[in-house]
């Protein structure tokens, strides 16, 4: 059994930085990507930043130049990186991990509990 567990949000005052981490866990042999989403009230979930096992990285448009995604693979950890944070960037963030292999499953994905980040006025 695989499992991603979050940690790092918080409240925090615009400008302000935070840096989320999440870990996987379980007989794992290798993750092709991992990475974080966010859903804000009212709204659909979306892609915050993907990061592959070769370090490739993709960002969403809002949070390019701001925050930075960066992955242990010897962890099965990966981090964001949140700096110059906005309001609007208050949102329930995620952590995704996909194309995990071990713990008896073959390119599986698996989704952390998420965890609350507000950022004040």
């Known amino acids: 059994q695989v499992q991603l567990v979050e940690s790092g949000g918080g409240l925090v005052q615009a400008g302000g930085s935070l840096r989320l981490s999440c870990a996987a866990s379980?007989?794992?042999?290798?993750?092709?990507?991992m990475g974080w989403y966010r859903r804000a009230p009212g709204k659909q979930r979306e892609l915050v930043a993907v990061?592959?096992?070769?370090?490739?990285?993709n960002y969403a448009d809002s949070v390019k130049g701001r925050f930075t995604i960066s992955r242990d693979n010897a962890k099965n950890t990966v981090y964001l990186q949140m700096n110059s944070l906005k309001p609007e960037d208050t949102a329930v963030y995620y952590c995704?991990?996909?194309?995990?292999?071990?713990?008896?499953?073959?390119?599986?994905?698996?989704w952390g509990q998420g965890t609350q980040v507000t950022v004040s006025s």
């Open positions: 990061i592959t096992s070769g370090s490739s990285t």
């Open positions: 995704n991990a996909d194309g995990v292999r071990g713990g008896g499953a073959f390119l599986a994905n698996y």
């Open positions: 379980g007989s794992i042999f290798s993750i092709n990507a």
